[in-house]
């Protein structure tokens, strides 16, 4: 892990960050931590607290302890006892045991509802930055001594620099780099999550999926009877493009897993009576730089991996903390900061990115054919001696 925080400013910069998600808020607080004034910068109205769970681990587990988050993690999380895929009868046809998570990972690993997390990364800076909800950067113009930015409500403000934080699909980089076409690359999925109060039937602490030929139906059960569905199917670029309200989501999951047989019939009849569902395309973000001038990306707007990665989150958060740390050690000279940033982080997210796409194939099979051998695949993390081998692949 990068240590830092050798030089404090005597005077900090002032720093625009687009997008409250996980990247923007972690950054904020280790700017914060360096003598900055940053100010978060959020489309949304307030904090989304929706969306899916995440599997959390590894460098970004370690972030989040630095923040002093670890005891909010151990009580926000879950300790899934077993992944387990079955047929159209609730029949077990593969998975493995979270036990070989544990022998590698030992207690610093859990399960977690991004909305959760966001919340906990946000409320440790809260009344200490300046956030604006409900507002979006319009346009952005560098000159000598900083970026004069145009928010869509707050008029007209000097920055020293601007950070785009805001995700996939950030207007940042849009803005600032060309259009987000560009730069995206799409897998070739959609996925989709909502909850449910009182389904049944439960089974706590298994997250159960049911996979057929290009789709994958799975479910988790949440405190307070709440129950977690994923969606994830193939999908044609028409369709992940378009703009989708919360009709046309429930309009495209009933087409796409009315047939799919197990539980799909109750779920998308309970689906009825969702007010909120999360729905986007996997795509990643592949760009020639993450710096132009006085403006740097992070998170999923620099160089999303996807779903398929299975640690996004916590790359988020490391990529806040490098640059961070970055801009702590390298004074005025943000540009040799922006540079040693993407330098240390580059071929680190390259790597999680091919590594994705090559997984993606096997993540949700074309055939009836694939799902039965990447079922059988799975069971082979249950061989003692075996499993390390199988972890580190995927």
């Known amino acids: 892990m990068y240590y830092w925080y050798t030089q404090w400013y005597k005077e900090g910069m ?38 899916y769970v995440v599997d959390f681990w590894g460098l970004g587990f370690t972030v989040a302890e630095r923040m002093g988050l670890r005891p909010r993690l151990d009580e926000e999380g879950y300790k899934q006892r077993e992944v387990r895929f079955v047929d159209e009868r609730s029949h077990k046809s593969g998975g493995f045991s979270t036990d070989v998570f544990g022998d590698l990972l030992g207690d610093r690993f859990t399960t977690i509802r991004r909305g959760a997390l966001v919340k ?6 809260e009344g200490r930055v300046e956030t604006l909800f409900g507002d979006r950067i319009l346009a952005m113009a560098e000159h000598a001594d900083g970026v004069t930015v145009t928010l869509d409500q707050g008029g007209v403000r000097e920055f020293d620099l601007v950070i785009g934080a805001d995700g996939l699909h950030s207007s940042v980089r849009a803005l600032h780099f060309g259009p987000n076409p560009d730069y995206e690359t799409f897998l070739g999925y959609a996925v989709a999550a909502f909850e449910i109060e009182g389904y049944r039937p439960r089974d706590e602490g298994v997250y159960v999926i049911h996979p057929t030929a290009s789709h994958q139906l799975a479910r988790m059960s949440l405190r307070g009877d709440r129950t977690l569905f ?13 703009r989708q309200s919360v009709g046309d989501v429930r309009a495209l999951l009933r087409e796409e897993f009315g047939g799919v047989g197990w539980e799909a019939g109750q779920i998308l009849a309970q689906m009825e009576s969702v007010e909120e569902i999360y729905f986007d395309r996997m795509s990643q973000i592949h760009m020639p730089s993450w710096h132009k001038g006085r403006c740097v990306l992070i ?16 790359l988020a958060m490391v990529e806040a903390y490098v640059l961070a740390g970055e801009l702590g050690r390298a004074g005025d000279d943000y540009g040799r900061a922006f540079a040693e940033y993407e330098r240390r982080l580059r071929r680190f997210l390259e790597a999680k990115q091919k590594t994705a ?31 390390d081998c199988s972890w580190a692949r995927v």
């Open 230 to 242: 994923l969606f994830i199917f193939r999908c044609d670029v028409e369709r992940a493009f378009a």
């Open 14 to 51: 002032k720093i625009a960050i687009s997008g409250a998600g996980i990247a923007g808020p972690t950054l904020a607080y280790w700017l914060l931590r360096a003598g900055h004034e940053p100010v978060l910068i959020e489309q949304a109205p307030e904090l989304r607290t929706g969306g």
């Open 299 to 314: 998170g999923d707007a620099a160089a999303a991996v996807s779903l398929l990665a299975g640690e996004g989150t916590g």
């Open 120 to 125: 906990m990364i946000y409320e440790a800076l």
């Open 357 to 387: 796409a090559r997984f993606a194939s096997t993540f949700v099979p074309k055939t009836e054919f694939g799902v039965w051998v990447r079922n059988t695949a799975t069971k082979v993390m249950n061989i003692p001696g075996l499993a």
